[in-house]
């Protein structure tokens, strides 16, 4: 179990508020941020949990960052109760609380652990393969929106302020530059002006809201297509990983998940030959989310979707590119220059979209005729 000792998993699982008795462990899940572990009883009827240790380097209030979880997962419990389902612990994330009812327990080493039902009979996807499974994760990421559109913003705090604000991103690739902490900078001109060359093109999301044409609303600001549990037809199930849920425009949540479901290959795929766009994919993404997000999207939300599927892969690019020349402090990587393979990926994602940005644009004008 590398870094963790079994033994103290297994202690700090007895801190929760739970009935049955756990045994097993084992490390779950991809996510760059977070340490993860499925527990379980050993008993093959019982439900199992999720636990994670959230990154105290990355999300410096935790005690805003789980209530804000617990706020959402409240509301949205509530929002399918309204609709006649009942039961709801199956569509949205669980909070076990601790034996003394807090929403996470800190252990003596002042890192704070959280607990979560797991969702059995589900699946989730690195990479999407069918049309269905790309219609469903668009109907979930519309629904989460549209469920969320009356929870009152501002009893949110915002965990990570600036998470896609272009601007911010750039200014940090600048600073990593200027301070050149790891010394790689003797690497990367080439993708530094690749960056420069789009910086203007990349603010258009900015620049509608800088003129008040874009409505804050609260979204999902992960939406990687794993974030999305389908069940075993494919259907929607649940939403996840709920760590950065706050205040935000549409389009970022729309052009991280194309991100992730129109790219054949992988996120940090080594040989760029293979990074070519699925539009069919894209077209059944679209699709989905604007089955559910027709009702409530403005004229120019709609217009903005098509510069969040350009600005999501090039900003993730940036902040891999970013954390390379940092000496990776953010993400964790598994090989010396993972966060450079990535960033190459991303700004060839980024080439692929700007070859085909006409075709996808005519694309979601007829998904949203179609609805
Ligand atoms: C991180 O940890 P994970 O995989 O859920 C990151 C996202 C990136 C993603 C790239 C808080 O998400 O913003 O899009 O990696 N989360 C944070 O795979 O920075
Ligand atoms: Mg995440």
Redo the contacts with the bound molecule.
Sequence with gaps: MSIYDFNKIIEIAKQFDLTSIITDAERFG?????DTFKLSTGNPGDRSYLLQRVNHD??KDIPSLMNNIYLVTNHLKNQFKIKGISDVDKYTLTIIPTKDNKLYHRDDEGSCWRLFILLSDTKSYDIVETTKQAYSGGQAFGQFQKQLADLDATQLVEI?PN?HNIDFRIKNLKDAVSSNKADRIGEIPDLLDYVFERELKMRRILDLAATGDLPLRITH??T?F??VLLDQNDNVQCVI?L??VMPGYIAYDFG?AIR?IINSAA?DEIDIDKIVLNIPLFKAYSEGYLSEAKEFLTDKEIESLMYGVLLLPYM?AV?FLTDYIDGDA??KVHYPNHNLV?AKAQFKLVDELEKHEEELRNILELSLVAQ
């Design positions: 991809s996510g760059h941020i977070n990355i999300f990570l998470f600001n992960d990687k794993n974030n990983d760590d950065t991280d992730t996120e993730q902040r953010y993400y990535r």
